[in-house]
């Protein structure tokens, strides 16, 4: 059983930046995949990054890539999404997860923890 608590969300201006973390419970966070997706209103939620147990292997999607970026530091239980150059469209929930899987790590449905949400809004 993982629990993730996720923090650092809030108003920020068009261009501007924001670090969000993800503390996670446990002592087996190293063996989960890490992932970030978010939920804008009236949107459904999309994958935004995700991380390799040992931070070898990253992956974004193509609206963030270059913008942001996802790392993890596993003696401390925690991943960040270190957000830059803000956009009005960046504006959601955002949401960390764990999973195990091995394949579909894009896709929700193969993670198995998530957080509560934290919310980001991008002013223009």
């Known amino acids: 059983q993982v629990q993730l608590v996720e923090s650092g969300g809030g108003l920020v201006q068009a261009g501007g930046s924001l670090r969000l973390s993800c503390a996670a419970s446990?002592?087996?966070?190293?063996?989960?995949?890490m992932g970030w997706f978010r939920q804008a209103p009236g949107k459904e939620r999309e994958f935004v990054a995700r991380?390799?147990?040992?931070?070898?292997?990253?992956y974004y999607s193509d609206s963030v890539k270059g913008r942001f970026t996802i790392s993890r530091d596993n003696a401390k239980n925690t991943v960040f999404l270190q957000m830059n150059s803000l956009k009005p469209e960046d504006t959601a929930v955002y949401y960390c997860?764990?999973?195990?899987?091995?394949?579909?790590?894009?896709?929700?449905?193969?993670?198995?923890?998530w957080g509560q949400g934290t919310q980001v809004t991008v002013s223009s």
């Open positions: 991380i390799s147990r040992s931070s070898d292997i990253t």
């Open positions: 997860a764990a999973t195990r899987a091995s394949g579909g790590l894009s896709d929700q449905r193969v993670y198995d923890y």
């Open positions: 446990g002592r087996t966070f190293s063996s989960y995949i």
